[in-house]
């Protein structure tokens, strides 16, 4: 415990020793709630309960389901009393005794890591909540999954459960799937008090392969007004492209060039053209050979992925490749990824783009820990530094064994203060994991991995 009439004497040492020191017993605590949480449930059982035939004219005490498919009923009073010594609402309470329940008795694996001190109650809690509603097996598959990553079990935990659905639920799934796009529309906020009336919000929820295309579409139109002569900043070009397309000749007109009536300025149609992407956009789907075997052989649904979204059904993924123009049009590459080993090496500094794919694909994230860093939009590093050819550098320095994607921020930091990094193994994923040492030489872990709480 902190001794508050004497903090002048801490040095900096003494102040992280307080705050580690207290950070651990606050851990500790949580989880005993949990723990404690589950006993007490045993206590408000079936056998527990009065069983006095109702005599009243009110219902007499019930047994309630908090937890998922496989957790025991508890008393209806066990929340309400919980609460009550608790402070807090029966609401906060019945979901502590629900997340307690479901760790016990659908996730066995995490609830073991959890005793010992491996795992925040804070996570724990958020995967019991994340798979509450997935049959008892998923449950447990999904617990067996998180058992062998090493990653932060709150960042895998969406895709698992999607992946679970997928798996064991397959017609829940789809339906949720359908659900989604049924929210899909254009929403315009109402007018707020007066004179705040000059712009509206405007929110979309679209299917991903049109909002890829319109946003590279607003892009395209923004940077043609650009060249036209509008000098206001990029988002407000965008703006009011949304308000060219309303008008689809123009938009038309613009996009293919043909600028005589439009320009402002004497522009030719090719110089207003420069800088545009040509509505390029890419959505990387990722689908497992097998499961489309399957869905030939016998119509099973095993799904795939859309890069940085997750699972889908083959369904939907067909439909958007199917789409009248989609992929023909100049709107939208559907790229199908399939996992690729290739290994060859080059002397250059600069990967082929068939490697630097590989590594995308491979990594995902910038490598730093806990960065979450698109790949797609990092710098590939050398995990060996890279020696130029004209100083006798050993042959196939740039092979995806030894590259890694790294954001700008974080390839500073290793390039210039000293920090190094090494792979250090895969994770069940095919992802590979790296240890990461800071410029002193000490261990950089990811958040999730706790330090062992001081005896
Ligand atoms: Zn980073």
């Keep these: ?22 950070r651990a017993v606050a851990r500790r605590i949580a989880v005993d709630e949990l723990v404690v949480a589950a006993h007490l449930a045993d206590l408000y059982d079936a056998a527990s309960m009065t069983g006095l035939p109702s005599m009243l004219p009110i219902v007499s005490e019930r047994l309630v389901t908090l937890g998922g498919v496989g957790t025991p009923q508890v008393s209806e009073f066990a929340a309400t009393e919980l609460g009550h010594h608790l402070a807090c609402g029966p609401d906060a309470a019945a979901a502590l ?19 010992e001190g491996e795992v925040d109650a804070w996570r724990a809690r958020v995967v019991a909540q994340e798979t509450r509603r997935l049959p008892l097996e998923a449950a447990e598959w999904v617990d067996a999954r998180l058992g062998e990553t090493r990653r932060s079990i709150t960042g895998v935990i969406g895709q698992l459960v999607a992946d679970a659905l997928r798996r064991f639920d397959p017609e829940t799934f789809a339906q949720r799937e359908a659900e989604r796009l049924d929210g899909r529309g ?17 929110a979309m929820v679209l299917d991903t392969p049109d909002a890829a295309v319109l946003d590279a579409t607003l892009d395209d139109l923004a940077t043609i007004h650009a060249v036209l002569g509008d000098e206001s900043p990029l988002q407000v070009r965008r703006a009011k492209a949304v308000g060219t397309l309303t008008n689809p000749q123009l938009a038309m007109d613009l996009l293919a060039g043909d600028l005589t009536t439009h320009a402002t300025t004497k522009t030719t149609g090719s110089e207003a053209r420069k800088g545009v992407r040509g ?9 497992d050979a097998c499961d489309v075997a399957n869905l030939v052989a016998d119509g099973t649904d095993g799904g795939g ?22 992929i023909a049009r100049d709107g939208i590459t559907l790229r199908p990824v399939l996992e690729t080993t290739r290994a060859d090496t080059v002397d250059s500094r600069t990967p082929p783009a068939w490697m630097r794919e590989q590594v995308i694909l491979r990594d995902r994230t910038c490598v730093f820990p806990d960065c979450t860093r698109d790949a797609r939009s990092a710098d590939l590093d050398h995990i060996e530094p890279y020696v130029p050819v004209d100083q006798g550098s050993p042959p196939g320095q740039t092979r995806p064994d030894n590259l890694a994607p790294l954001c700008r921020r974080h390839h500073r930091l290793k390039t210039w203060t000293g920090w190094t990094y090494r792979r250090d193994g895969w994770d069940t994923d095919s992802r590979p994991l790296y240890e990461w040492l800071d410029r002193h030489g000490n261990p950089a872990l990811p958040r999730h991995l706790l330090e062992p709480a001081d005896s």
Excluded: C, N, Q
């Design 1 to 22: 415990m902190l001794d508050r009439d004497h903090l002048d004497d801490l040095g900096k040492a003494e102040v992280f020793a307080v705050l580690r020191g207290g």
């Design 305 to 326: 992925s859309i890069e940085r979204l997750g699972p889908a059904t083959l369904d939907l993924l067909g439909e958007w490749l199917s789409r009248p123009g989609g």
């Design 279 to 287: 509505r390029s956009a890419v959505v990387y789907l990722h689908l």
């Design 97 to 115: 005794l629900a997340d307690a329940l479901d760790l016990r008795h659908r996730l066995p694996g995490l609830w073991e890591r959890l005793l």
């Design 186 to 202: 254009v929403f315009l906020e109402r007018p707020g008090p007066a004179g705040t009336g000059l712009t509206t919000r405007v």
